[in-house]
């Protein structure tokens, strides 16, 4: 089955720098990964998503790249604000068979104002 | 998007019981699973809810300590079993209306805690 293996598990940024955190997947067959984040004791919220047969989006100060010959994808946020502390999570699915998510290990991302 | 609703948010229960989850949905969707999210830790698929036929389970996960229901395209129920001390954790309902595009959204969660 599907493994996603996420990266850093904790990033600590100053107010306005930016934030990479990187995911990997080993199912070819994977086709869409979208990134979730979870504020303490919320519900995982959908904040960007990117389908294989585009290689990077964009939304304000979110964006994610996908690399599907490297199997990996990126979500960047620029100009990181104290309301952007949480934890985030990527996943991947694929539309054969399930079409669950199989979740990274998360990182918790702390914005020091 | 689907609102899911989830109850209860939270208990606290005795080691050896029962409870049952409840997980509703706004509208008709195409998909629906279960998670659950040890404190600190990622999603975890339990199972996938299947409507009208018995749920597909994950390694690791069996259909006597964690029997789920889905009765119709708006409602599913995990039952989580002659519980322990490990099963505390938090259990995650999420449903997606659209196996193309593979969006899913998450109920609030439901915080169990065995004493």
């Known amino acids: 089955g599907e493994n996603v293996e996420q990266h850093p598990s904790t990033l600590s940024v100053q107010e306005g720098d930016s934030a990479v955190i990187k995911c990997t997947y080993s199912d070819s067959a994977s086709n869409y990964f979208p990134w979730y984040k979870q504020e303490l004791g919320k519900r995982p919220q959908l904040i960007i998503d990117?389908?294989?047969?585009?290689g990077e989006k964009k939304d304000q100060r979110i964006a994610v790249t996908l690399n599907k010959t490297a199997k990996h994808f990126s979500l960047h946020i620029t100009e990181t604000q104290p309301e952007d502390s949480a934890v985030y999570f990527c996943a991947a699915s694929s539309n054969t068979g399930r079409r669950a998510l199989t979740f990274g290990s998360g990182t918790r991302l702390q914005v020091q104002p | 998007s689907a609102v899911i609703s989830q109850k209860p948010s939270r208990d606290i229960c005795q080691r050896g019981t029962s409870l049952t989850i409840q997980c509703q949905v706004d509208?008709?969707?195409?998909?629906m699973f279960w998670y659950r999210q040890q404190p600190g830790q990622s999603l975890t698929l339990i199972a996938t809810?299947?409507?009208?036929?018995?749920?597909?389970?994950e390694s690791g996960f069996v259909i006597d300590k964690f029997p789920i229901s889905r009765p119709n395209l708006t409602f599913s129920t995990l039952t989580v079993s002659n519980m322990s001390p490990e099963d505390s954790s938090i259990y995650l309902c999420?449903?997606?209306?659209?196996?193309?595009?593979?969006?899913?959204?998450f109920g609030e969660g439901s915080r169990l805690t065995v004493l």
């Open positions: 509208s008709q969707v195409t998909m």
């Open positions: 999420s449903g997606g209306r659209d196996r193309d595009t593979g969006e899913l959204f």
């Open positions: 809810a299947n409507q009208g036929s018995e749920a597909t389970y």
């Open positions: 990117i389908r294989s047969n585009v």
